[in-house]
């Protein structure tokens, strides 16, 4: 299968896609903590249907007319990183929980601090939506595309419901 990428101008700023096959697998911030190396990207291409379509559904999730993306995506992680991933998934638009609440829903698996590296390694940010979570008392901790990233996709949710995010709000 082969493994290709784009590089996507967003108002986030340029966002790297990555291809395997006929999946998603990559999604990543120009200074993305645990950016793979491009190395692993391959070939950089042009005209690819699904990361074209992947870029376009993500410029309309940034504009506020998206909700949910409806790709093919593929993961590889860990038996704890999968089942984090697969709990990101679950978290509705405009909703937010906490790295402990997560914990406690897995709670088989792992602690909040195993739940926050799961949700650090997740590969797919804005796709498995990881900035959903927040720290114990609902304030922004941690977002491999940084903090101030966090707070726009925060607020962007929570202006579709008519009021910016603040801090503590919206925790399930």
Known sequence: MSTRHIVAETTLGELTLVAVGHAVTGVYFRHHIRRPAESTFGERVAGDALLDE???????????????????LATTGSEVQEAVW???RE????????YGA????????????GVGQAVGANPLCLLIPCHRVLGSTGSLTGY?????????????????????????????
Request: hydrophobic share 50%; net charge positive.
């Open 54 to 72: 992947a870029a376009h559904r993500i410029r309309a999730y940034l504009a506020g007319e998206r909700r949910d993306f409806d790709l093919p």
């Open 91 to 98: 978290i509705p638009y405009g909703t937010t929980t906490t």
């Open 86 to 88: 697969a709990a990101l």
């Open 102 to 113: 997560l914990a406690e829903r897995l709670g088989f698996i792992t602690s909040a601090w």
């Open 144 to 172: 491999a595309g940084g903090l101030g990233r966090k707070r726009v996709l925060l607020d962007l949710e929570a202006a579709a419901d008519g009021a910016p995010w603040l801090p503590g709000m919206g925790a399930a």
